[in-house]
């Protein structure tokens, strides 16, 4: 596989983020079980990459296999938190997932050192999503609180296990991600019977723009950057959330969120600059 510049790198991660985004606003699409359309997502997220990079090659290497069951638990877990808790509380409770990462990465990744200003860029984005969700937090539910903490963790083996890929073809394990998905929502999808012309297009959408096009991204941009900068750079996700729920709904979000974005986009933005000085 060839190597990704780290500024190729950086652009994949944000074009993945600015993507993955998107699902709050196609979701709306689906009258679908959250299950369900996980897995229709998969389906179509599959056959998005199906198309776009061949025939997978699944060599089952320990690596691949445990990114693939990571992400794949990831989505699972995110799916059933939300249900459970806010999504507010959700989403926050998932993005600690760069701490994770970086204790993760000290057995399992060696050769990324991590600085002190990393800890310190860390320290700041999740400040930011703390002000950025303010307004929505809640104590939610132990059990749903739990599953978001636990979706963190297996989002950090993702990134940990697709980064120790980085000379192989990392896109591979989402591939072999979607198809477990896919498997485990199948009952979901057959008990909702089958979707509107609206809901197939949201399935269509969602499975080929939030799932199918930032997969190749993400796995594009790893291997040209650390685990953790990976983590940090697509923590913009959130941050972008709220620019679709302004643009189509016309709703603006609060002072708060405004400066908690701002924070979270001027520590990664600092710390990418930083990093590219040390190269």
């Known amino acids: 596989m060839m190597r990704e510049t780290r500024g190729s790198a950086i652009g994949s991660l944000v074009l ?45 290497s320990a690596n691949q296999i445990l990114a693939a069951f990571s992400y794949s638990a990831t989505m ?12 507010a509380n959700a989403v926050l409770l998932q993005y600690v997932e760069p701490v994770y ?9 060696p050769d990324e050192k991590v600085t002190r200003f990393d800890w310190f860029a860390v320290a700041a984005v999740l400040g930011g999503m703390v ?17 978001a903490i636990a979706s963190g963790v297996t ?9 120790r890929q980085q000379n192989e073809r990392p896109a591979d394990s989402f591939m072999l991600a979607h198809l477990i998905t896919f498997a485990v929502s199948l009952p979901f999808m057959i008990r909702s019977g089958p979707p509107d012309g609206a809901g197939l ?56 969120a405004v400066a908690g974005g701002a924070i979270i986009l001027g520590a990664i933005a600092a710390r990418t600059v930083l990093k590219a000085r040390r190269i």
């Open 16 to 60: 993945c983020a600015a993507l993955w985004s998107t699902a709050g606003i196609l979701i709306k699409l689906v009258q679908w079980d959250a299950f369900a359309i996980a897995g229709g997502r998969s389906l179509f997220g599959f056959v998005t990459m199906l198309i776009l990079l061949k025939r997978p090659k699944f060599t089952f």
């Open 201 to 256: 297009l949201g399935l269509a959408l969602l499975g080929v723009f939030q799932m199918g096009i930032p997969s190749i991204l993400y796995s594009r941009g790893i291997c040209g950057v650390s685990a953790v900068s990976c983590s940090l750079i697509t923590m913009i996700e959130p941050v972008m959330n709220p620019v679709w729920v302004a643009l189509f709904w016309g709703e603006l979000p609060g002072t708060r």
């Open 76 to 87: 699972i877990l995110f799916v059933t938190a939300n249900k459970l808790t806010t999504s």
């Open 101 to 109: 990462i970086i204790l993760l990465g000290l057995w399992l990744l």
């Open 131 to 147: 002000l950025f969700f303010f307004d929505d937090l809640a104590p939610g539910s132990a059990l749903g609180n739990a599953l």
């Open 155 to 163: 989002f950090a083996m993702t990134a940990v296990f697709m980064r």
